[in-house]
C-alpha cells in the first residue's frame, strides 16, 4: 500500500543524505520526496511517499525514527489527510488545439501560467491521481515537458505534527 | 574562563570525559591535534601500525570494559582505513567515538590532498556522525559523541574535524558541557509496565520456555538481573554468540550458545518451545535460520532498547522497548509477587525432554591419534587459564570452537566480531584488553588466515609492551571456507588454502617477541602453560591441527532451527 510519511528534522546539513541514505540502504522504496524548511528554521519539513507491506512500513516508520536528527513523524495515510503535488506541464497548443488545451486546463482547475505562440505552459496542484489524469488527459495533444514536486501533505481536523 | 585552541579543546575534552587512552595515528590534517597531544600526560596515545587495528583496539578495550573506545586518525586514508572497524563496531553496537582528521573548510570539495567525504563514507555505519564547523563548538560535539555513543544502543559515533577547526594560534573558551540533550533523541529509560506484566503472565503459563539473550545483555549490564530471573523462573537459557557469558555457560540451566553452530540441545530446545524470551538479541540470520519455519509453536517475548529490533525479522507477541536491566528486574519482582506459579509438571517434562536432547550426542568430536583436533586446542585453553581469560577471537572456524569450548562464565570476557564477521579483529582487540587490564590474562584466539589480516601490530605490542598470549589454531587453510567447500562444492577448493605461509616463530623472533610451534598433542598443554608463564612476553602458540576438521553442529540452510548436520555424515 502507499504511504505518506512526513518527517520533521532538525535542519542541519546532511540531514536530508542521512534520510535518503536509510531508504537505499535497507533497501525501501522511494516513489516521491520533497521537503523545506518550516516556519521554525531549526526544522525541515521532509515528505516521502513509499510503497511496502505493513511490516516494511513499520520498519521504515522506526528507522527514521531511529536518525538521530528526526524529531517527529507521522504516516499520514494511517488517518484522514490533504495531499498535494503541484505540476508545471508544457503542452503543445496551436491551431484548433490551442482552444482544446484551454478547455481541458479549466476542466482540471488549472491555470495557464505561460504562453508563447506555440506553446502553454501548465500549473495544477492536486492529489497524485489528479495530476496523473490530466497527463492523460492532454498526452494526445503533445507533451513537451512535466515537472512534478512530489507529494507534501498534512493531517486533517486538530491533530498538527509540530515541536 | 580558559581560552583554548581547537586542538587543545579536542584533547581537554577527552581529559574531561575520563579518557584514559586514545589508539591512532598521525596525518597532515591531525597535526594539530598531535601536537597539543605532546603538550600533555593526561590522555595517552597508542600509536598503532594501521588504522584499521587503532579501531579495533578501542572496541575491545570498549567490549571488556563497557566503556567507549576512543580513536584519532587523519583525513582520506587515516579516515577510510578505520571503515571496517568502524563497521565491526556498529553491528556489534559497540560504543566508540572516532575523531578524523579533514582538509581546511575551504578546501573541501575541491578533491585536495588526502581529502575523503568521512561523513559520506561513514554514515551507513555509525550511530551518527558529525562535522565541527566552528572550533567554539567542539567541546559540545564531543560531550555529544560521547552521549550519543554510550546511550540508548550504543554504536560508533565520527567526528570530522577540518584542520583549521585546530588551528593552534585562535583561541575561544573552553568549558566541557556536563550534559547535552538532544530534543530529537530520547532513548527509553524504562519497558511499559503493562506490557511487562502481560509477558510475566505469559511466561508463567508457559510449558516449553526458553530464554534466548544476546549481546544486549552484556552491553546492558544486565547478566545478574538476567541470572536471577532465569533461576527464579528456572527457564532454560540460550545465550547468542554475542550474549556469551550474560548468563553463565556452566550453569545447569545453560543451553550454551545457539544458531548455525549452536548446541544440538539450545536448538532443539528454541524449537519445539512454547514461548521464548528475547532478551538483547536480534533475531540475526544466522540464529533463525529460514524465518518462515522459525520456531512454529512459540509465541515470543521480545526486550530491545532499540525499537527497529524489533519484529524486523521475526514478529513479536509481546515486544517491549526499554533497557534489558531494569525490564528484566520489573519482570523478577512481579514473578516474585505473582500469584501464579510456573506449571511444576510442565517445566519438569521440559526439562527431562532438554535432559535427553543434551545427552544424544555421546561425542562431539572424533579426537585423531594422526592430528591436533582444533577443539582439543581450546580446551587445553579453558583449562589452562582455569575458565577466566579474556578470549578475543578472529573469524572463522577458531572463532566458533572457542565459542563452543570456552565455558564463559561472565559477561564481556569473550570478545568477538560477531555481526559483521571481520577477520583481522581479535589481535588488536586483545592488545586494547590487555592495555587496560596488564594483569589480567589475555589470549586472541585466530587462525593463519586471520592473523595476517593485522600481524603488523607486532610491533606495536612490542612498542607499548603488550604481553597478550595468541593461540593460532593452524590448519593451513581458510577452515571455514573450505568446509562451505567441501559441503556445497565438492571440495572445490578456490582460494580456500595458503601454501606459503610464512615461519611464524621466526617472525615472533623478528619482532622481539616468542614463537613456540606445536605439532603434537601431548606438546599442547605443557606449550601453553609455558606461554602463559612467560608474564612478560608476547607468546605465539603455533599449533598445527587437523586441516580436515568441520564445525558441527551445523543447521542446514533454509531448514528451521532443528535441521541440523551433527558430522559429516549425521543430518538431523
Redesign the interface.
Known amino acids: 500500500m502507499r504511504r505518506i510519511i512526513s518527517v520533521l528534522?532538525?535542519n542541519e546539513?546532511?540531514s536530508l543524505?542521512?534520510v535518503v541514505?536509510l531508504f537505499s540502504?535497507r533497501n525501501y522504496n522511494i516513489e516521491t520526496l520533497t521537503v523545506a524548511p518550516t516556519d521554525d528554521d531549526t526544522l525541515s519539513r521532509l515528505t516521502v511517499t513509499t510503497e511496502g507491506s505493513d511490516?516494511v512500513i513499520?520498519?521504515i516508520t522506526?528507522?527514521l525514527?531511529?536518525l538521530?536528527?528526526?524529531?517527529k513523524l507521522v504516516d499520514l495515510t494511517e488517518g484522514a489527510h490533504i495531499e498535494r503535488e503541484l505540476m508545471l506541464i508544457k503542452l503543445k497548443a496551436s491551431g484548433a488545439q490551442r482552444a482544446e488545451v484551454k478547455r481541458t486546463v479549466d476542466i482540471f482547475r488549472g491555470q495557464i501560467v505561460d504562453v508563447t505562440s506555440t506553446v502553454y505552459t501548465v500549473q495544477l496542484a492536486g492529489d497524485s491521481d489528479k495530476l496523473d489524469a490530466f497527463i492523460q488527459a492532454v498526452s494526445a495533444l503533445g507533451v513537451l515537458e512535466v515537472v512534478r514536486s512530489g507529494v507534501s501533505g498534512i493531517a486533517r481536523g486538530e491533530k498538527v505534527l509540530a515541536? | 574562563m580558559e581560552l583554548l585552541s581547537g586542538a587543545d579543546m579536542i584533547i581537554r575534552s577527552l581529559k574531561d570525559q575520563g579518557v584514559e587512552y586514545i589508539y591512532g595515528y598521525p596525518g597532515g590534517a591531525a597535526l594539530h591535534i598531535y601536537d597539543a597531544l605532546f603538550r600533555q600526560d593526561d590522555v595517552k596515545h597508542i600509536l598503532v601500525r594501521h588504522e584499521q587495528a587503532a579501531v579495533h583496539m578501542a572496541d575491545g578495550y570498549a567490549r571488556a570494559s563497557g566503556e567507549p573506545g576512543v580513536v584519532l586518525v587523519t583525513s582520506g586514508p587515516g579516515a577510510t582505513n578505520t571503515i571496517t572497524g568502524i563497521a565491526t563496531a556498529f553491528m556489534d553496537s559497540i560504543p566508540m567515538v572516532v575523531l578524523c582528521g579533514q582538509v581546511v573548510s575551504n578546501l573541501i570539495g575541491e578533491d585536495a590532498f588526502q581529502e575523503t567525504d568521512m561523513?559520506?563514507v561513514s554514515?551507513?555505519i555509525v550511530?551518527?556522525n558529525m562535522?565541527v564547523r566552528h572550533p567554539s563548538e567542539i567541546p559540545t560535539i564531543i560531550k555529544k559523541a560521547f552521549y550519543?555513543a554510550q546511550t540508548g544502543r550504543p554504536g560508533p559515533v565520527v567526528v570530522d574535524i577540518p584542520k583549521d577547526m585546530t588551528a593552534p594560534n585562535e583561541r575561544f573558551e573552553y568549558r566541557y558541557p556536563e550534559k547535552v540533550k538532544?530534543?530529537?533523541?530520547s532513548p527509553a529509560v524504562r519497558g511499559h509496565a503493562g506490557q511487562i506484566k502481560k509477558a510475566v503472565d505469559m511466561m508463567l503459563a508457559a510449558k516449553r520456555p526458553v530464554i534466548y539473550a544476546g549481546g544486549g545483555v552484556i552491553l546492558g549490564k544486565a547478566s545478574k538481573q538476567l541470572t536471577d530471573l532465569a533461576h527464579k523462573l528456572n527457564f532454560p537459557v540460550t545465550n547468542t554468540i554475542m550474549g556469551l557469558g550474560g548468563f553463565p555457560a556452566t550453569d545447569p540451566q545453560s543451553l550454551g550458545w545457539l544458531g548455525m553452530h549452536g548446541s544440538y540441545e539450545s536448538n532443539m530446545a528454541m524449537h519445539h518451545s512454547d514461548l521464548i524470551l528475547a532478551v538483547g538479541a536480534r533475531f540475526d540470520d544466522r540464529v533463525t535460520n529460514a524465518t518462515d519455519k522459525f520456531c512454529p509453536g512459540a509465541r515470543i517475548v521480545h526486550i530491545d532498547i532499540?525499537?527497529?529490533s524489533i519484529?524486523?525479522t521475526v514478529?513479536a507477541d509481546v515486544p517491549i522497548v526499554g533497557p534489558v536491566d531494569s525490564v528484566l528486574k520489573e519482570m523478577l519482582s512481579l514473578v516474585k509477587e505473582s500469584k501464579a506459579k510456573p506449571d511444576p509438571d510442565a517445566l519438569d517434562a521440559w526439562w527431562k525432554q532438554i535432559n535427553e536432547w543434551r545427552g544424544y550426542r555421546k561425542e562431539l568430536y572424533v579426537k585423531s591419534d594422526k592430528h591436533i583436533m582444533p577443539q582439543q586446542v581450546i580446551e587445553a585453553l579453558y583449562k589452562v587459564t582455569r575458565g577466566d581469560a579474556y578470549i578475543t577471537s578472529d573469524v572463522g572456524q577458531h572463532q566458533m570452537f572457542a565459542a563452543q569450548y570456552y565455558k564463559f562464565d561472565k559477561p564481556n570476557r569473550w570478545i568477538n566480531s560477531g555481526g559483521l564477521g571481520t577477520m583481522g579483529f581479535g589481535f588488536p582487540a586483545a592488545m586494547g584488553i590487555k592495555l587496560h587490564y596488564p594483569d589480567a590474562e589475555v589470549a586472541c584466539v585466530t587462525g593463519e588466515g586471520s592473523i595476517q589480516m593485522n600481524i603488523q601490530e607486532l610491533s606495536t605490542c612490542k612498542q607499548y609492551h603488550l604481553p597478550l598470549k595468541i593461540i593460532n589454531v593452524n590448519n593451513q587453510a581458510l577452515g571455514m571456507v573450505k568446509q562451505w567447500q567441501d559441503m556445497n562444492y565438492e571440495s572445490r577448493y578456490a582460494h580456500s588454502y595458503m601454501d606459503s605461509l610464512p615461519d611464524f616463530c621466526k617472525l615472533m623472533e623478528a619482532y622481539g617477541h616468542v614463537g613456540i610451534k606445536v605439532t603434537r598433542l601431548e606438546d599442547l598443554e605443557p606449550a601453553m602453560e609455558k606461554a602463559f608463564a612467560m608474564k612478560d612476553q608476547l607468546v605465539f602458540l603455533d599449533i598445527y591441527v587437523d586441516p580436515f576438521e568441520h564445525v558441527y553442529p551445523m543447521q542446514v540452510a533454509r531448514g528451521s532451527m532443528k535441521d541440523m548436520w551433527l558430522s559429516k555424515t549425521e543430518r538431523v
Open positions: 528534522m532538525e546539513p546532511g543524505s542521512r541514505g540502504q511490516r513499520e520498519q522506526k528507522q525514527n531511529k538521530v536528527e528526526v524529531v515541536l | 561523513i559520506g554514515r551507513p550511530k551518527h562535522t550519543l538532544l530534543r530529537s533523541y532499540d525499537p527497529t519484529s524486523k514478529s
